[in-house]
């Protein structure tokens, strides 16, 4: 079948599971070594809290890894409008909506933020919500192209 619009898009992350290991080594020498020079001068509770700080680096990270695998699917087809919200494959949310009215919009909430909407009959979805607002001007271009497509295609018949 043939898409006029076919976009999956994933939130921004520059950093692996390998390179969070060699991040994680490079963090726990340096704080091991404070911590234990510490602990011999006798401060040991800074020991405990070396290795608290590391263990609470490591869970940010741990939690940030999880929410990079959340991700958004838009499909455009002859018919219909569809946003899958989805966790790695799994379908969280899925919303339809009919095209010939839709609004593709960059929204101002504050001076320093923005939001993409698509909105149609009253509903208003929010997308993209993880994207720099550079990548979310973009994509918001690639939709609304995609949408005057799907009109052209539709307007000439």
């Given at each position: 079948?043939?898409?006029?619009?076919?976009?999956?898009?994933?939130?921004?992350?520059?950093?692996?599971?390998?390179?969070?290991?060699?991040?994680?080594?490079?963090?726990?020498?340096?704080?091991?070594?404070?911590?234990?020079?510490?602990?011999?001068?006798g401060a040991w509770p800074v020991l405990g809290f070396m290795g608290l700080e590391?263990?609470?680096?490591?869970?940010?990270?741990?939690?940030?890894?999880?929410?990079?695998?959340?991700?958004?699917?838009?499909?455009?087809?002859?018919?219909?409008?569809?946003?899958?919200?989805?966790?790695?494959?799994?379908?969280?949310?899925?919303?339809?909506?009919?095209?010939?009215?839709?609004?593709v919009q960059i929204e101002n909430i504050y001076e320093s933020e923005d939001m993409l909407?698509?909105?149609?009959?009253?509903?208003?979805?929010?997308?993209?919500?993880?994207?720099?607002?550079?990548?979310?001007?973009?994509?918001?271009?690639?939709?609304?192209?995609?949408?005057?497509?799907?009109?052209?295609?539709?307007?000439?018949?």
């Amino acid at each position: 079948m043939a898409y006029y619009l076919d976009i999956k898009i994933y939130p921004n992350q520059s950093l692996t599971p390998k390179g969070l290991l060699l991040l994680m080594f490079l963090i726990t020498i340096p704080a091991s070594f404070i911590g234990v020079t510490f602990f011999i001068l006798g401060a040991w509770p800074v020991l405990g809290f070396m290795g608290l700080e590391v263990l609470l680096i490591y869970i940010a990270f741990k939690v940030l890894f999880y929410k990079n695998k959340f991700y958004e699917h838009i499909i455009l087809d002859k018919e219909k409008l569809s946003i899958f919200f989805k966790k790695q494959n799994n379908t969280i949310t899925k919303i339809e909506l009919e095209p010939t009215w839709l609004q593709v919009q960059i929204e101002n909430i504050y001076e320093s933020e923005d939001m993409l909407t698509i909105s149609s009959h009253g509903k208003k979805i929010i997308l993209a919500n993880f994207l720099i607002p550079e990548e979310r001007v973009k994509l918001a271009k690639k939709i609304r192209y995609g949408l005057s497509e799907w009109k052209n295609q539709y307007s000439i018949n």
